[in-house]
């Protein structure tokens, strides 16, 4: 394996953080145009900000993949989603994740719909849980996958919720499947990953990860997801 330069690393980090603010820029333009509104399939609203996308940065369509959007029951994690029109008081997931495949990291929020205070609850208590997600991780820089996640869990729990995935983040540039949680723990932040997150991989540059949580209302049948960059931010 070839051995990553000063010059590689620091072109890489830079390379993640605009696929960031790519993503915030792409989310907050959503937001402002009002995209996202009941009636519309799901379908409707991807070709929509694909189309943003394009305008914005030069993305064809095309690459930019599918599924940016899951509403309702589409947002529990896994599955294949029939494609779903958005109601009035949906909870709507962007993800963003296909539009930033050249930068290897993610990117998805969750919005809630209309005054369901249930439902806003839950994307309430999703960014209290990133948040004490990261703090946590700033706090020592000796953290290990287990012990983030366990931190996760136990944030989650004090908010009456449960987690919707097995982990709650990977390595930059990991495909984000169960599938890598089962073969390679160390590149998601799991409970089988008792590696330092702050470390230096193989090809000598510093892993960076991606922050993935998923909180369930097992009882009403959908989810709330808040990805992105861990570290760099």
């Known amino acids: 394996m070839a051995t990553l330069d000063r010059m590689d690393i620091r072109l890489r980090a830079l390379h ?11 989310f907050t333009q959503v937001a402002a145009t009002q995209v996202i509104k009941p009636g519309r399939s799901e379908e409707e609203i991807d070709n929509r900000i694909a189309l943003i996308a394009r305008d914005m940065f030069g993305v064809r369509a095309g690459r930019v993949g599918r599924r940016f959007v899951r509403s309702g029951s589409n947002s ?20 963003f994740e296909s539009l930033l495949a050249p930068y290897e990291t993610g990117f998805a929020r969750t919005v809630a719909l209309g005054d369901d205070l249930v439902r806003r609850r839950l994307v309430h208590d999703l960014a209290v849980v990133a948040t004490g997600a990261r703090n946590a991780f700033r706090a020592d820089v000796s953290l290990t996958g287990r012990e983030l996640h366990a931190e996760v869990r136990a944030l989650a729990a004090k908010a009456g919720r449960s ?33 330092p997150l702050r470390r230096i991989l193989e090809d000598g540059g510093q892993a960076h990860w991606i922050l993935q949580i998923h909180l369930v209302d097992e009882h009403r049948g959908h989810a709330a997801v808040h990805t992105e960059l861990l570290d760099l931010v």
């Open 16 to 26: 993640l953080l605009e696929g960031q603010r790519m993503a915030q820029r792409l």
């Open 76 to 95: 529990v994690v896994g599955g294949r989603w029939p494609v779903r029109v958005i109601g009035a008081q949906d909870l709507v997931v962007l993800d």
């Open 163 to 195: 987690l919707g995935a097995r982990h709650c983040g990977r390595l930059t540039g990991t495909p984000p499947t169960t599938h890598a949680v089962e073969t390679r723990p160390e590149l998601c932040i799991g409970p089988d990953n008792d590696l």
